[in-house]
Structures are given as C-alpha cells and as structure tokens.
C-alpha cells in the first residue's frame, strides 16, 4: 500500500447488532429458544430416520442428511451470533475467523447441492416410477449424499486458500456477526480483486448450477402431475413433493438475494437481517415443514413416541 506503515491484525471485532440493552436482551432469548428448537427438531428426525426401518428410502436418507447438515450450520454461526447480543466485545482471531468462512460456506455449497439431489430423487420417483430402484437405489443415494457433502467441502476452497494470503492491518472491526465474505474483504489491505473474483465464480457456479438441476427436475415433475387423468392422483403427487419445493423456495430466495450480487452493491444492514433468516430462521423452518406436510414422517414420529412411553411406562412398572 504504497509503503504506507501498517499494524498486523491478529483478531477481529464482531459488531453483530447494535441496540439497547433491552433490545438485544430480547433478541438474545429468541436467538437461543429458536436454536435449541433447530437442534432438538433436526436431531429428532435423524433419529427418527436412523431407527424406522420403513424410512429407509432414498428420499428420507436425503432428508437425515439435510437435518444432520442444518446442525452444523447453523452451529457455525449462532453462538458468536449470542455472544454478540450478551457482550460489548467479542472477537476472533484471523485464522479462526477463517475457518468460520471455510466451514460456513461448506456448509451452504452441500445444502445447495443436497437440495438438487432430492429435487432429482423426486423427479426420478414420479416421473420414472418403473425405473426408480434402478435409477435411485440405495447405493446411488449414499453416493449422492456423500458427493454433496464432498463437493460442497470443495467448492471453498480456492477463495479460502487465497483467504489466507491476504493482509489484515485495521481497522479490526467486522460489521456482521460471523466471519462473511464481503465483511472480510472490506478489512483487508491487499489487493481483494481476484479473491472476490474467485469467491463470486465459485458461489455462482454452485448455486447457479444446483438451482437449475432443481428448478429442471420440478418442470418435469409439474408436466407429468399435469397429464395425470385423477385430480385426486394430481393432488397425491404434487403433496409427497410439496415440502421439498418450499424449503427450496425459501433458501434459494434467500441465498440468491445475498450472494448473487455484485460485492459494490453489498450493504451491511441488509445482509445481517437476511443472514438471520437463512443461519437461524431457516435450519428450524425445514424440519417442521417436513414433518407438517410429510405423512411418513408424522406416523413414524408418533411411532417413536408411543415406543418411548411405553419403554417409560415398563421401567416404572420394574422400579
């Protein structure tokens, strides 16, 4: 910077959201209860997945995936969001900070990719239903599950990479409340074109490319629901993929909205209110939708609990 003397950043500080105390008191309790919420709900569907053998089905094994997913993504980001609204100060060292970025944007690059594999299942069970077992059995769905998760630990990397090489030297001030990328670059002192050029291509390429695998294997399905003869047989289909098209809808919109977009055109306010909605609002909202919408889910749920009672009902009865 023209050789300019500069003080190397060793942490950042989390802004996160300003306000009264009372204020982020509030916020602070809604936070925490709609996070615990998000945890209890996924880990009830992985359990339940993992323990009802009539759930063992391509669809419902994407679905434990996305749960399990939902944990971790909403873990990455939540507790320093907390710990924002409890305390004046709370930092994070470069590299962790860092790594928060990594994980964070692994996590949405295997939600992107997750959610194009189930949009295929689907389009795979109703359009070819003959052909399903053979198109979608449960070694193509393993290998699905486990190529999103290693596609979208990938698909980081070389914006991450350059990440690292990047100066940091002040202000130390983060206007979010975890490690986002148009906040990392604003605090940098070197040269942020190619790592935001890097970083715009390869959230584009995955995002561009899962929604249109998506949105592709819903025009088809929405074809053939039209040619069904039966309204009833109309209705049957279009409801066993009615709670994936809206958790679709939902985080795509979301994420589109922030990351599609030229980095100029970024503003803090606005990206920390839409951040919200997709790192808490979001991993609550898709377990309940699909156990609201998702017949097999509730009858399998009901199942896990009537097990548990009357494992509960026994033991008292031994005591």
């Known amino acids: 910077m023209g050789g300019t003397n500069h003080t190397a950043v060793t942490e950042f500080i989390f802004l996160g959201f300003p306000g009264t105390p009372s204020l982020q008191h509030m916020l602070f309790m809604m936070f925490l209860t709609v996070y615990l ?44 969001l907390l710990a924002t609204l409890l305390s004046k100060a709370v930092t994070i060292s470069v590299a962790s900070c860092i790594t928060q970025y990594y994980f964070f944007f692994s996590m949405g690059a295997t939600e ?4 194009a594999m189930m949009a295929y299942d689907r389009y795979v069970a109703i359009c070819n239903p003959l052909r399903y077992s053979l198109l979608m059995s449960l070694q193509i769905c393993l290998r699905c599950s486990a190529g999103s998760w290693i596609g979208g630990f990938i698909a980081p990397l070389p914006p991450t990479i350059l990440i690292t090489h990047l100066s940091f030297c002040g202000p130390q001030k983060i206007n979010h409340f975890f490690c986002d990328s148009d906040p ?16 715009y291509t390869c959230t584009s390429v995955v995002i561009f490319n899962s929604f ?40 795509y919109g979301t994420i589109i909205f922030t990351y599609v977009r030229p980095p100029s055109k970024y503003n803090f306010t606005i990206g920390k209110m839409v951040s919200v909605f997709y790192c808490v609002i979001t991993p609550l909202v898709n377990p309940l939708i699909y156990t609201l919408r998702n017949k097999d889910v509730k009858n399998a749920f009901r199942k896990f609990l009537q097990q548990k009672r009357f494992l509960l009902f026994r033991n008292r009865q031994e005591f």
């Open 212 to 251: 249109l695998l998506t949105m592709s294997s819903y025009s088809n399905i929405v074809v053939t629901i039209i040619r069904l003869s039966s309204r009833e047989a109309r209705k049957k289909t279009f409801s066993t993929c009615a709670s994936h098209l809206t958790v679709v809808t939902i985080y």
């Open 184 to 199: 990392i670059f604003k605090l940098s002192c070197s040269d942020t074109f190619l790592v935001e050029a890097v970083g």
């Open 112 to 115: 992107c990719i997750l959610l």
């Open 37 to 80: 919420l998000s945890l209890v709900a996924n880990t009830l569907i992985i359990v339940i997945v993992l323990m009802d053998p009539t759930l063992q089905t391509p669809m419902y094994i994407f679905l434990g995936n996305l749960s399990f997913l939902e944990i971790w993504y909403t873990t990455t980001t939540v507790p320093k």
